[in-house]
């Protein structure tokens, strides 16, 4: 087991389990780079959240999607989707409209307005992943991928 957790996270016990010892790991890392990367985004005046809708949007292309869609696609889950696609409105980034066959349905889609943001801010977020993780060598990096993607398969 590793001393450099416990050191950062002021703990005079050994952990528990390694299992135990890995999760902090892995929720002490994830946070760094949560607040890395709102960071960065603040100048653009986007949350990581919204970024990842945008992003989302972009992907789905002219069809759009439903704000259920939207969640399911999303990296981090928001309880509240809806709340953050009115921020985004507000902002003009995302646009809203009944469905033309089934007025129930609301299909959301990215604007011009949103598809330049992102524009501007691809580059640069390219630049800022390097910069947090172009320590790592790809070796490291496809294995770090695999072991967390093996995690999550093992979480169900």
């Known amino acids: 087991m590793s001393d450099k957790l416990q050191a950062e996270l002021k703990q005079s016990k050994p952990f528990a389990t390694r299992e135990g010892e890995v999760i902090l790991n892995i929720q002490r890392t994830a946070e760094m780079l949560l607040w890395k990367v709102t960071e960065f985004l603040k100048p653009y ?39 953050l696609l009115d ?5 003009a980034l995302i646009m809203r ?20 943001l992102l524009k501007e801010i691809d580059r640069p977020v390219i630049e800022h992943s390097r910069t947090m993780l172009g320590h790592l060598s790809a070796k490291n990096l496809d294995a770090l991928n695999e072991l967390l993607e093996e995690a999550r398969e093992g979480i169900g």
Do not use: F, H, S, W
């Not at 992907?59 to 889950?77: D, F, K, Q, S, T």
């Not at 409209?97 to 959301?108: V, Y």
């Open 87 to 91: 921020r985004l409105e507000t902002r």
């Open 45 to 83: 005046d986007l949350t990581p959240t919204q970024y990842n809708v945008l992003r989302i949007l972009r992907g789905a292309g002219r069809e759009g999607l439903i704000c259920r869609e939207i969640g399911e696609r999303m990296v981090a889950r928001d309880p509240d989707v809806t709340k």
């Open 97 to 116: 409209e009944r469905d033309t066959k089934d007025r129930r349905i609301i299909i959301t889609r990215i604007t011009d307005d949103g598809l330049t």
